[in-house]
T-cell receptor, first 116, second 111 residues
């Protein structure tokens, strides 16, 4: 079963530091997403990415955030200057271009970011 | 913005019982997804629904896309301990748009 792989699984960083969260989407998928989940809360959309550009982003995805697909396999989320409230589980997801049974996203296992 | 509500928020059931949970919205959605999340893991897709009235099964799970397009239901029959987790619904208004997630229903199964 193809998987979305995220690294690291857990990252602790000091407030104000930059972090880069890494994702390797499923190889034939074309749409990529970042979601976050603050502990005990619902999954929130951050950004979607298609054809090497952002296609949609939420209010949460402010100037502190950026995404990049630096090569053919990785998809990264960068937080420039972390704040305490950025502490959350960050999920990467990808999907292919089809509809029907393959339409739903495949999520990675997440990176737990703790800002201290 | 679009928001989803899920009920119940949490439920404790005995092993072997059937479970029903639902997801409602004030907006119309064209696609509903149901996910299960276990601790420390990402959500895993259970069932996808694409048409109003659609009823789809995946093993012991059955989900329905409400006729009004503003709700969806998930049923689990003959629950087992590994059904424990948080069940999220997610709705999409239009093809290509992002999905909005509900707050989840936390299921606990007592032996």
């Amino acid at each position: 079963e193809p998987e979305v792989t995220q690294t690291p699984s857990h990252q602790v960083t000091q407030m104000g530091q930059e972090v880069i969260l890494r994702c390797v989407p499923i190889s034939n998928h074309l749409y990529f997403y970042w979601y976050r989940q603050i502990l005990g809360q619902k999954v929130e959309f951050l950004v979607s990415f298609y054809n090497n550009e952002i296609s949609e982003k939420s209010e949460i995805f402010d100037d502190q955030f950026s995404v990049e697909r630096p090569d053919g396999s990785n998809f990264t989320l960068k937080i420039r200057s972390t704040k305490l409230e950025d502490s959350a589980m960050y999920f990467c997801a990808s999907r292919n271009a089809g509809t029907g049974a393959n339409y739903g996203y495949t999520f990675g296992s997440g990176t737990r970011l703790t800002v201290v | 913005g679009q928001q989803l509500n899920q009920s119940p928020q949490s439920m404790f059931i005995q092993e072997g019982e059937d479970v029903s949970m639902n997801c409602t919205s004030s907006s119309i959605f064209n696609t509903w997804l149901w996910y299960k999340q276990e601790p420390g893991e990402g959500p895993v897709l259970l069932i996808a629904l694409y048409k109003a009235g659609e009823l789809t099964s995946n093993g012991r799970l059955t989900a329905q896309f409400g006729i009004t397009r503003k709700d969806s239901f998930l049923n689990i029959s003959a629950s087992i301990p590994s059904d424990v987790g948080i069940y999220f619904c997610a709705g999409q208004y239009d093809y290509g748009q992002n999905f909005v997630f509900g707050p989840g229903t936390r299921l606990s199964v007592l032996p």
